[in-house]
């Protein structure tokens, strides 16, 4: 889903508000970091005897402080699929306090699903985006009944291939939203269902609740039949009662009275849902006092003023702009609305010849002038921009909304026109800029996840920091986030295309990876194992979360690298961290427990072991002892290490291509790793025939 169903008028607040709390939820707690004060494993001592010098906390969950985001961290992050608690940021909470919550509009609704989730501990809320289920979520479990407290009730954000009730918080005391509406159903033979009727079940006892968001398009299957008893169909509330509250609510009490007014009658009859009342209370809370009129029309989109544009008489003769041509610059402008005329005017014949238009130089100048092309679609002309009017606010954006509604079988040849015209390098750099923030725009409202899709698909090359600028911002935005995060997560595991997994890489490797640190881990953990082994993109982007949170990788790396069979994800990352620059003094300090030790050595053996990695391992190791040999990286304890590394395999002389025929062998950095490996290999000999 992309977008909450509805926000509070205050949007840059809302905004701030998720990305500080989900900050502070991803932030790393230093009551882990006793690694950095164990030793290192000695010389001539066998690995599997070292001592354990250090192991991870493992704290009692409750609340949101320091020690439940541990906890959380400890037992959660990182280890493949995994739900994520988001604190609900406070704005969202005081929409659906009891003084501000409007009840749905059909009667009845709120109290049949209370009652099933007091009863079974979990409720399904099936509704469309946008009628207000979220609110109704929040209300519910904050109600006297459930005794959770505001402080206590979270978002679950979830990263996974399909729904699994394995992966939720075991918390008592919490109270969930979990937005389904845009997950394909699971398998038939998911028992998803019969899993979320036994998870509120077993949470009823510990007073943890849990609601689901579920569209009814997707919310169908076998595997729903076990939630029947729980789900509950919910409206949203009346759109006048909502827009009076929320005036009130933002300090605009005395605009109350113009919603009796006729201007707005026609709005009433139609009742739109929460997420459209809302955004009419902010219309009406920012209009002048004369301004009802343009609000409506501001409102509904500008609909009469958008048809009188497009529909616009013209004959169509010498010197004037045919239909198709006036409307095709009128979406151009909308999609560049203040860049060059010039770019305006190509993006309008590119998508004339999209639409296999002749533009062929003789009918580009029999056509109309540049001047009245831009005039007939009622373009306003400063210098070298162009604008569509300016006293009606939001226009532009209002003119794509209605192209894609007025037009909805065309809608693939719309976004592959659009990204095409951000792609093209005859559209200055500033200009292909406003186009990817009018595409990101028009998929919020649109709730239209193929249009990020095509700017993946489209931006390359020269232009793929316009699809990460544009995907990033998506990524932290509080409406698109959870989508564009899923979908990042998605092209992580599973693109075809080696162009997307680069995109995922230097997306999670910027201000994505900056912000939300674990979550960018997750998703480039999996793009690494698609990448090239050593790719230059995927180092810099773990140079970058190394240099900005260090505990964060770290604590990723100790994880990913703790199953016996390290999948070759995780060997794939543990590549690019030994040809960083930050790499090797990281993963050298992470190897100082006995535990972290044995995964060292079973990291490298693996990237040995596969033709694919092995020769950029092997050139790595190479650099490895240069850094120990200038002092870069602890002799003693590297030499440990590799003689590890290389000891249950001398006889395949692997340590050869390191060694060099002279007489001061014993003295070079891998004549110590061969002494060392060989005297281990003796003490082993040793105790196994004692």
């Given at each position: 889903?992309?977008?909450?169903?509805?926000?509070?008028?205050?949007?840059?607040?809302?905004?701030?508000?998720?990305?500080?709390?989900?900050?502070?939820?991803?932030?790393?707690?230093?009551?882990?970091?006793?690694?950095?004060?164990?030793?290192?494993?000695?010389?001539?001592?066998?690995a599997q005897q070292l001592p354990d010098r250090g192991h991870p906390?493992?704290?009692?969950?409750?609340?949101?402080?320091?020690?439940?985001?541990?906890?959380?961290?400890?037992?959660?992050?990182?280890?493949?699929?995994?739900?994520?608690?988001?604190?609900?940021?406070?704005?969202?909470?005081?929409?659906?306090?009891?003084?501000?919550?409007?009840?749905?509009?059909?009667?009845?609704?709120?109290?049949?699903?209370?009652?099933?989730?007091?009863?079974?501990?979990?409720?399904?809320?099936?509704?469309?985006?946008?009628?207000?289920?979220?609110?109704?979520?929040?209300?519910?479990?904050?109600?006297?009944?459930?005794?959770?407290?505001?402080?206590?009730?979270?978002?679950?954000?979830?990263?996974?291939?399909?729904?699994?009730?394995?992966?939720?918080?075991?918390?008592?005391?919490?109270?969930?939203?979990?937005?389904?509406?845009?997950?394909?159903?699971?398998?038939?033979?998911?028992?998803?269902?019969?899993?979320?009727?036994?998870?509120?079940?077993?949470?009823?006892?510990?007073?943890?609740?849990?609601?689901?968001?579920?569209?009814?398009?997707?919310?169908?299957?076998?595997?729903?039949?076990?939630?029947?008893?729980?789900?509950?169909?919910?409206?949203?509330?009346?759109?006048?009662?909502?827009?009076?509250?929320?005036?009130?609510?933002?300090?605009?009490?005395?605009?109350?009275?113009?919603?009796?007014?006729?201007?707005?009658?026609?709005?009433?009859?139609?009742?739109?849902?929460?997420?459209?009342?809302?955004?009419?209370?902010?219309?009406?809370?920012?209009?002048?006092?004369?301004?009802?009129?343009?609000?409506?029309?501001?409102?509904?989109?500008?609909?009469?003023?958008?048809?009188?544009?497009?529909?616009?008489?013209?004959?169509?003769?010498?010197?004037?702009?045919?239909?198709?041509?006036?409307?095709?610059?009128?979406?151009?402008?909308?999609?560049?609305?203040?860049?060059?005329?010039?770019?305006?005017?190509?993006?309008?014949?590119?998508?004339?010849?999209?639409?296999?238009?002749?533009?062929?130089?003789?009918?580009?100048?029999?056509?109309?002038?540049?001047?009245?092309?831009?005039?007939?679609?009622?373009?306003?002309?400063?210098?070298?921009?162009?604008?569509?009017a300016q006293d009606k606010h939001d226009l532009a954006s209002a003119?794509?909304?209605?192209?894609?509604?007025?037009?909805?079988?065309?809608?693939?040849?719309?976004?592959?026109?659009?990204?095409?015209?951000?792609?093209?390098?005859?559209?200055?750099?500033?200009?292909?800029?406003?186009?990817?923030?009018?595409?990101?725009?028009?998929?919020?409202?649109?709730?239209?996840?193929?249009?990020?899709?095509?700017?993946?698909?489209?931006?390359?090359?020269?232009?793929?920091?316009?699809?990460?600028?544009?995907?990033?911002?998506?990524?932290?935005?509080?409406?698109?986030?959870?989508?564009?995060?899923?979908?990042?997560?998605?092209?992580?595991?599973?693109?075809?295309?080696?162009?997307?997994?680069?995109l995922v890489v230097e997306i999670c490797g910027g201000t994505f990876?900056?912000?939300?640190?674990?979550?960018?881990?997750?998703?480039?953990?999996?793009?690494?194992?698609?990448?090239?082994?050593?790719?230059?993109?995927?180092?810099?982007?773990?140079?970058?979360?190394?240099?900005?949170?260090?505990?964060?990788?770290?604590?990723?790396?100790?994880?990913?690298?703790?199953?016996?069979?390290?999948?070759?994800?995780?060997?794939?990352?543990?590549?690019?961290?030994?040809?960083?620059?930050?790499?090797?003094?990281?993963?050298?300090?992470?190897?100082?427990?006995?535990?972290?030790?044995?995964?060292?050595?079973?990291?490298?053996?693996?990237?040995?072991?596969?033709?694919?990695?092995?020769?950029?391992?092997?050139?790595?190791?190479?650099?490895?002892?240069?850094?120990?040999?200038?002092?870069?990286?602890?002799?003693?304890?590297?030499?440990?290490?590799?003689?590890?590394?290389?000891?249950?395999?001398?006889?395949?002389?692997?340590?050869?291509?390191?060694?060099?025929?002279?007489?001061?062998?014993?003295?070079?950095?891998?004549?110590?790793?061969?002494?060392?490996?060989?005297?281990?290999?003796?003490?082993?000999?040793?105790?196994?025939?004692?």
């Amino acid at each position: 889903m992309i977008g909450s169903d509805e926000e509070s008028i205050d949007y840059g607040h809302t905004n701030e508000t998720v990305i500080d709390a989900a900050e502070g939820q991803a932030g790393a707690s230093e009551a882990t970091d006793n690694w950095n004060a164990a030793a290192p494993a000695p010389i001539h001592e066998p690995a599997q005897q070292l001592p354990d010098r250090g192991h991870p906390v493992t704290f009692t969950a409750s609340g949101r402080g320091p020690t439940y985001q541990a906890w959380y961290q400890q037992n959660y992050m990182y280890l493949g699929e995994f739900v994520l608690p988001v604190p609900v940021p406070s704005v969202d909470l005081e929409a659906s306090s009891p003084e501000r919550y409007i009840m749905p509009r059909v009667e009845g609704q709120f109290e049949a699903a209370r009652q099933r989730l007091l009863k079974y501990g979990v409720v399904v809320l099936s509704a469309l985006p946008g009628t207000g289920r979220r609110t109704t979520a929040l209300r519910l479990l904050t109600t006297p009944e459930t005794a959770i407290s505001p402080d206590d009730t979270f978002d679950l954000e979830p990263e996974w291939a399909e729904p699994k009730a394995s992966l939720l918080p075991p918390d008592g005391g919490q109270g969930y939203v979990l937005d389904l509406s845009e997950t394909a159903s699971p398998s038939s033979q998911s028992h998803f269902g019969s899993e979320l009727a036994s998870y509120g079940k077993k949470g009823l006892p510990e007073e943890r609740f849990l609601v689901v968001l579920a569209n009814p398009e997707h919310w169908a299957g076998e595997w729903v039949e076990a939630t029947l008893d729980f789900t509950i169909e919910i409206s949203s509330p009346h759109a006048k009662d909502l827009v009076a509250g929320e005036l009130e609510a933002t300090g605009k009490p005395g605009r109350v009275d113009w919603l009796s007014r006729p201007e707005l009658a026609h709005v009433w009859k139609t009742d739109p849902p929460a997420r459209e009342a809302r955004r009419l209370a902010r219309i009406l809370a920012k209009a002048p006092e004369s301004g009802l009129a343009v609000a409506v029309d501001e409102f509904t989109g500008w609909h009469s003023h958008i048809d009188r544009m497009l529909n616009k008489h013209s004959n169509g003769g010498a010197g004037e702009p045919g239909l198709l041509s006036t409307r095709a610059t009128i979406w151009a402008g909308a999609l560049l609305d203040g860049g060059q005329a010039r770019s305006i005017l190509k993006a309008s014949d590119t998508l004339l010849g999209v639409l296999e238009i002749d533009r062929s130089p003789a009918e580009v100048l029999a056509d109309a002038t540049a001047s009245r092309r831009l005039s007939a679609a009622g373009l306003i002309v400063d210098g070298q921009r162009a604008y569509h009017a300016q006293d009606k606010h939001d226009l532009a954006s209002a003119i794509l909304v209605n192209l894609w509604e007025q037009f909805p079988t065309q809608s693939e040849l719309m976004r592959n026109w659009a990204a095409a015209v951000a792609a093209d390098p005859e559209i200055a750099d500033d200009d292909a800029h406003r186009v990817t923030s009018a595409l990101l725009d028009l998929a919020t409202r649109r709730q239209d996840g193929e249009i990020l899709d095509s700017i993946a698909a489209r931006l390359t090359n020269r232009r793929r920091y316009l699809a990460v600028e544009a995907l990033t911002e998506a990524a932290l935005n509080a409406e698109m986030g959870p989508y564009v995060r899923q979908q990042l997560y998605d092209w992580a595991k599973s693109s075809k295309f080696p162009e997307t997994t680069r995109l995922v890489v230097e997306i999670c490797g910027g201000t994505f990876g900056e912000r939300l640190p674990e979550r960018a881990l997750t998703r480039l953990r999996w793009a690494t194992g698609r990448s090239e082994p050593g790719s230059p993109h995927v180092i810099a982007a773990f140079e970058n979360l190394m240099a900005t949170a260090p505990d964060t990788v770290r604590k990723a790396i100790e994880a990913w690298l703790k199953p016996e069979k390290i999948d070759g994800s995780a060997l794939s990352v543990f590549l690019a961290l030994t040809c960083a620059e930050a790499g090797p003094p990281l993963l050298v300090a992470n190897a100082a427990t006995e535990s972290g030790h044995r995964d060292f050595v079973r990291a490298w053996q693996g990237l040995f072991d596969d033709a694919a990695t092995a020769p950029t391992a092997e050139s790595q190791a190479t650099r490895w002892s240069k850094l120990a040999e200038d002092g870069t990286l602890p002799t003693e304890e590297l030499i440990s290490l590799f003689a590890d590394v290389y000891r249950l395999d001398l006889a395949n002389n692997k340590l050869n291509r390191f060694l060099k025929d002279d007489d001061n062998l014993g003295d070079t950095f891998w004549g110590k790793v061969l002494m060392e490996a060989v005297y281990r290999n003796r003490q082993d000999s040793n105790h196994t025939d004692e």
